[in-house]
């Protein structure tokens, strides 16, 4: 190990140490009923006591977003980095906070990136119907697609926003070997990825979601 990677490790410890427990709400505080009995179970079940899964608080160093995260996860979101070379997480309450206002929808209508999502999702569309091929994915579906995935490539882990650029929609199985442009075969994915995948099959397997944004 470098000496700077000593370093860095000895602070990420140091923040373990310092992590703050999350104690998050449940609703079963106020309603600790499960069942109240029928007839495949008849006795009623209720919830006696409530412990936590573990979380402790994590902030954005840029944003001051404060997060709840669980601990088994801690060190590598604490070993994460910016292009820049800067930390993205503490568990040092930076006693700031994020800044709020008014923002428009990344695919509102009136937004400026709705032509960039409207042709991601149009010209494939109309590519898969061509070829005769399931075409139903939405945008609806591309955001929650890209919410699932932390806007992080499924295949290397790269922060969209570190990339400079938008993530592409990636067939799994590619539109021009019969692939359908459905939820299930869409996957996000950076520029050089996408690229050197172009349209093998089986040759590039993404990521599922909690692994991304588990491990990178």
Known sequence: MTEDTLDNEALIAEQLRDAQVANLPSDLKDNPVISRGDATLPAP?????????????????????????????LPSKLRQHRKDGS???TTTDPKQKPARGEFKCMLHKDGENRKHYDIIITSPQRRALKRGATSDFTLTQHRAKLEAYNYQCAYCGVYEVDTGKKLHMEHIHPLSKGGPHTNTNIVPSCKPCNNRKFISVGKYAPMPPEIICLYF
């Open 87 to 89: 930390f993205r997480f």
């Open 45 to 73: 079940m209720t919830v006696k006591e409530i412990s936590g899964a573990g979380h402790v608080w994590v902030w954005d160093s840029r944003t001051y977003e404060k997060i709840p995260i669980l601990y088994y996860m």
